[in-house]
């Protein structure tokens, strides 16, 4: 089998480079307060990780992150897998569902400060609700879409209800339930920053916040790199998730 | 008693028609009207027609999976209401599943079917008989096409059904993988002495393998003959292309086949 594309590496490199470069040309126009050249954010991080503050941060955002998106997988695949199934659900569900996909999920802080206060718990439902119906909406269109011929096989072979399900409708739907999880991490991140910023500070978008306030801009843009790392960082972890798992489809 | 009794057997569709928005017209098409036949056991029969007759509509109302408006399909006289454990069927489009080896595909059906005996077993058995030894750990997408409908063919045999419906199983296979493709389907059925019923387009590959032929007329299908293949078994496929009755007989069906074909056309289908 053909192997997978190599990275173009040295492109990336090159790319990051001129990024940097760039970056440094805007800010030796500007002050520092309003953008700090890349030697004097790097400048700052002894501090901020002497002090145990950006590891902190960071602990605490990938928490929040995580048990949040864990819960969204946990809740969307199966309920996506139950609606997907069973035609009836499909058009009971389909104005909810397709409500709290489309509609800002920030709305929906302030009344979830109200019912569950402004602790870990609440910034974690926050993340839940901004990934679960990505996940849940492709798992459903997974089931849904899963090639009726293949079904019709099994048919034929005399499969059960469950046996197609659990041998062609599941696995069929894998690759649309791994781009459900990766649109889920793009929104989950964005939530657990936002939360940060809007309940109760904590974590990497607590800092930003606090550091943004003192106009301390050097140490402000250290938790804004943290954040980018993390993103990019998940975003190639799932790619190479969804390359893995769907690795039949390139044929 | 015959193995596969077809009586009386028809079937329409309705096919809807979208006409400006919301607006829809259901017209009714007939497919198969009043076919009735029968099956000796471990006789080889073709169905043909020309294109777009019911000829996959029967086989799959044979299968079981497609009811009949009227009449019915029995099995060792035993009437069929859906898919059969005397039956398998091998599809055009294989239909095998992408993220499993060649191995678990084949496994599949013997799950299916609740085989108490050895599954390994079996699964070895077939997979030497079609050729396939050395690829059980092959995906589909690795195999060529002919490669992928010998994992078809040995995924039905493995269960060992009494009957085995191809709906043209080498249909979309390149000529010369067509050709071996059939030499060992008419190897297998020599030696396995199944029942196989066999929907082609192609007329020649309708003469090489069976033993009854059956033509098709246009929509909606009826029966326009039966024709005995009187050619000698075992065959050598290649000889039997060069001799006389091969030659008659090919002018014979190709001539009923027209026959309908300009019928169709003269309709405007």
Known sequence: MAGMAREPVVLYIISVVVFLAVWQAVSMSTTPLFLPSPGEVAAAVPSLVGSGALTDATLSTLYVFLAGLALGVAAGVPLGIVLGRFQVLNGVTYIPVTTFYSMPFVALIPLLVIWTGLGVETKAIIVFIASVFPILINTQAGIQQTNHRLLEMATSFGATEQQKLMDISIPFSVPYIMSGIRIAVGRAIVAAIVAELTTSISGLGGLLSYYGNEFATAKMMVPLVMVAFISLALTYAVKKMEERLGRWRLT | ?269
């Open chain 2, 1 to 269: 008693m015959y193995k596969i009794q077809v009586d009386h057997l028809s079937k329409s569709f309705n096919s809807i028609k979208k006409k400006g928005v919301g607006r829809q017209v259901v017209s009714t098409m007939a497919a198969i009207d009043d076919v009735t036949f029968g099956v000796e056991a471990t006789e080889f029969l073709s169905i043909v027609g020309p294109s777009g007759c019911g000829k996959t509509t029967l086989l799959r109302m044979v299968a079981g999976l497609e009811k009949p408006d009227r009449g019915e399909v029995r099995i060792d006289g035993e009437r069929i209401s859906g898919p059969s454990p005397k039956l398998c069927m091998v599809f055009q489009d294989i239909l095998l599943l992408p993220w499993k080896t060649v191995r678990a595909n084949i496994e599949l059906g013997l799950r299916y079917r609740n085989h108490s005996n050895d599954i390994a077993a079996a699964v070895d058995r077939y997979i030497d008989l079609v050729g396939l030894k050395g690829f059980e750990s092959y995906y589909p997408h690795q195999l060529s096409g002919g490669m992928q409908q010998r994992v078809g063919l040995a995924r039905a045999l493995a269960v060992e059904p009494e009957v085995l419906l191809m709906d043209e199983p080498f249909g979309s296979l390149d000529a010369q993988t067509r050709y071996i493709m059939q030499r060992e389907l008419a190897a297998i059925h020599s030696k396995l002495r199944r029942t196989i019923v066999f929907v082609t387009h192609d007329l020649e590959e309708a003469i090489l393998l069976s033993d009854k032929i059956l033509m098709l007329t246009g929509r909606p299908s009826r029966i326009k003959e039966m024709i005995q293949v009187r050619l000698r078994r075992p065959r050598d496929l290649y000889d039997v292309k060069s001799s006389s009755v091969f030659a008659e007989l090919r002018k014979k069906l190709w001539n009923s086949l027209e026959e309908e074909i300009l019928k169709v056309k003269a309709v405007g289908g």
